[in-house]
């Protein structure tokens, strides 16, 4: 066998965890997250560091990106054109870096995300400030790589004369780790790492007296001075970004909203689609019009409001429905040593400071050594000046150059460096002036070296001079803060009455799970009769609410979840309609369905609580203001055994009696009081014990002993038996008898199983649901008053093979 063929057995999992190793190591250090030195990513830095290698700087004119991303691709970045000029491309954009890096000429896209044009349309060159980054970088200051093919160096960081990953911020996900690092004032940076310099033990407290939070590129307000303390401190937090807005008054007592500053990395053109949509779903009333007005005056939203309309609710609701307000959640990791890290801001700071003082110590070096290199040559230039005429006469005796060097190294003592730069000295430089000014460049150069010296030996010198340079660049392009930063976040409070117009309406839920709402006027218009609703074929009524539009309705599913639903969110439709299906308004699972749907006004209704019935028996109470919430999407209502389902949910005001009656024709009545409350997504306790194939099919109050339980059959039989007649039991039991079923070969049945069961003090009208689609209505008065254990009467005419689904009593 060749040695190609020798193949060894591994196991796979050791080898996938060995190649995604190693395939997470180069995305955390070589694509997703910053240094923390320069704060830039690999792509970032090539861009700037062939910019500047080809001379494409702010003094030059404009240059093609193409040719900018040619030159990236070719000597440094070996991926894909369209992510060199991505980077490029957010390097460019005002509203997504603190400092722009590059100068685009042309389409460099816009806020509302449009993309950029292609790289062959536009042009770019570095910025003032990118430039900042890179000075120095031909001074050794920093250690240089060989690029992927070995053809040439690239820096492996940026000397970064000031602190960029926190003045331009940063986002990147990589495998394993994310990093989201907001903008901040170049002048507070600055003053904050001086401080530190001058006080290396500086509390984050009083560091946060210079840098009081980020400052975003789009201005706005930041809320939450808690959250940035917090990130600052560990590197984590959270924050709010609101818009800037305004009200201003216009004529006719209309008020308009003005929108003028937007939150960090929203998109413009969705948020006034967002606005718009709630103004065309009329999710509120009082918006006439949204506009979008931003031209080259900057950004301006407006929202025209409707007369008499409430602008401060209309405004908070915005906010709190749009990306008008967004949170924002720090998330500060860059790599330490080859190392992902999450840093707080004091260890960012400390890491920059060493980047500079091995910045400013390569560059002092490299320095010394030119300017000792200098003041050598001058050395010698001066005194050949000084013997001038031995000099010529040694040069003159002379065969050739070599030999003129080596007589003046060898007569004079000059070194070879000396003696070269007297051969290639010009005949002017012989004049006075110029021996003159050789003599104060020397002692210009010895200046500079014993200054240089004195920065090399000295750790307070090199501070001084870090903070001298980050002195002047912070003079030169510090802006006053964009955004402005408030303490405390404040609680959005939307008031209903205000931004919905209170309305009676009727709203519908069908058994299919249609809904709609409808006014008073489109019912009476369309004849005032409940049974003439639009309902799709061999669908039926199950709800029906005459309701305002500032209620709420409860949904609740057989599955244990609820849905809060607010009238007036309910799409509008006249009362013919069908309307819509409910999961195009809340996000119905489909394997799960609506049992029961209540109106509600107020949570907060002292003693009042929700009672929780499942088709196994289970029971649970629990108090209503433990279901308040502002979500949209389901919530736990009740934790629901394996193979249950929820029956019912009661409404409880306490001292009551609870009557459950299971399909098989047996009922229990205890006291309220037996399920003590428990929290919101609690499993409850056992109301009935059941037979293995019984369920329950009803569940009702009972208040005192007047009144009578009716029960209706399968096949439309039915009776009354006397609610006296129901003893109280304790919770759990198996319960009594509620009705007999007939058997036998030679008897005609009146039943299998019981459909419903309801408690009658006054007669009302139930409706019957049968198998053909076909909906019988009755009164509760039709049924026989019989004793508990009896066989009741036939009240349906139902005819051969028909039986009965449902029962339904519409309020």
Known sequence: MSILENFLPAFLEEVVGDRFGRYSKYIIQDRAIPDVRDGLKPVQRRILYAMYDAGNTPDKPYRKS??????????????????????????????KMGHVLIDGHGNWGSMDDDPAAAMRYTEARLSEIALELLRDIEKRTVLF???????????????????????????GISSGFATEIPTHNLREVVDACIALIDKPDSTLEELMTIVKGPDFPTGGIIMGSEGIREAYRTGRGRIYHRARTSIEDQRGGRQTIVITEIPYQVVKSRLVTAMENIRLEKKIEGISEVRDESGREGLRIVVELKKDADAQSILAYLLKKTDLQVAYSFNMVAIVNKTPKQLGLIEMLQAYIEHQKEVVTHRSRYELEKAEDRAHVLEGLVKALNILDEVIAAIRSSKNRQDAQNNLVEKFAFTERQADAI?????????NLEIHSLEKELKEVQK?????????GSEKKLLAVIKKEMSEIRDKYAIARRSDIQDEVEELKVNLQA??????????????????????????????????TGLKEGDYLRHLFDVNTLENLLIFTQKGQYFLLPVHAIPEYKWKENGTAIVNVIPLPKDDRIVHVM?????????????????????KRTELKDYATTRSTGIVAVKIGEGDALLDVLMSTGGLDLLLVSKQGQAIRFKEDEVNPMGRAAAGVRGMQLKEDDELVAARWIDGDEGEVVVITDLGYAKRSLVAD??????????????????????????????SAYVVKEPFDL?????????????????????????????????????????????
Not at 155 to 166: A, Q, T, W
Not at 423 to 431: A, M, P
Not at 776 to 805: C, M, W, Y
């Open 448 to 456: 500079l070296i014993d200054m240089l010296r004195g920065i090399l």
């Open 599 to 619: 109106a509600l006004k107020d949570f907060e209704q002292p003693g009042k609580s929700l009672l929780f019935v499942t088709r196994k028996g289970q029971v």
């Open 145 to 171: 790589k060989d690029n992927f093919d070995n053809t040439t160096k690239e820096p492996v960081v940026l000397p970064s004369r000031y602190p960029n990953l926190l003045v331009n911020g940063v986002s």
């Open 767 to 811: 409706t019957a649901v049968l198998s053909t689609g076909e909906r019988v209505t009755f009164s509760t008065e039709q049924a026989p008053i019989e004793d508990r254990k009896s066989i009741g009467k036939a009240i349906l005419p139902l005819n051969k093979g028909e039986t009965v689904l449902d029962v339904l009593r519409l309020q």
């Open 423 to 431: 051969l290639t000295l010009q005949l002017y430089r012989l004049t």
């Open 66 to 95: 193409a040719k900018t991303v040619g030159d990236v691709m070719g000597n440094y970045h070996p991926h894909g054109d369209s992510s060199i000029y991505e980077g490029m491309v957010r390097m460019a954009q005002p509203w």
């Open 726 to 755: 129901y003893a109280l039991q304790g919770r759990g039991g198996k319960g009594v008898f509620t009705f007999e079923f007939k058997e036998g070969k030679r008897v005609k049945p009146n039943g299998s199983v019981l459909r």
């Open 499 to 532: 931004i919905v117009t209170a309305e009676d309406v009727f709203v519908t839920v069908s058994n299919d799970g249609y809904v709609k709402r409808t006014g008073k006027l489109s019912f009476i218009r369309s004849g005032g009769e409940i049974d003439k």
